[in-house]
């Protein structure tokens, strides 16, 4: 009885016994962010990935920093107005990731932009956008 009476509670009082606990979120910046859709040679979409660049001065072009597959359609890019960017926010093991950029674009093409960069920067020489785990997820 003691325990129903408990439940109550909480729910009256808007509480869950694990609402104290909110995810952090980590927010990162990029240069551009590239929406891509890898289409096959009907034109059918295969999937959807996101490319996170950053503007190398030196070499005057664009170099992946990560890449992220679209699970879900609220991993898209939204326009935010206030300031003016593009960010993409997901879950990942328990904190919310967020990527923001002044600028966004996006392709459709038969070839994988992230690792058609690979020949221009290996991902060994890649600046991580996380410090805790590795960028890439298996395709």
């Known amino acids: 009885m003691y325990v129903l009476q408990s439940f109550a509670t909480w729910l009256v009082l808007g509480v869950a016994p694990t609402a104290t606990t909110t995810p952090s979120v980590t927010t990162r910046h990029v240069d551009l962010i590239e929406l891509n859709h890898y289409i096959d040679e009907e034109g059918r979409e295969v999937f959807q990935q996101l490319v996170f660049y950053d503007w190398s001065k030196s070499y005057k072009r664009f170099h992946v920093r990560a890449w992220r597959l679209i699970k879900h359609p609220s991993q898209l890019p939204q326009r935010r107005w206030a300031p003016t960017m593009y960010q993409c926010t997901w879950r990942d093991e328990g904190s919310i990731r967020q990527v923001q950029s002044p600028s966004m674009r ?22 991580p956008l996380w410090d805790d785990h590795p960028e890439t997820t298996s395709r």
Do not use: G, K
């Open 106 to 127: 996006e392709t459709w093409t038969q070839e994988d932009p992230e690792r058609a960069n690979r020949e221009l920067l290996p991902e060994s020489q890649r600046v």
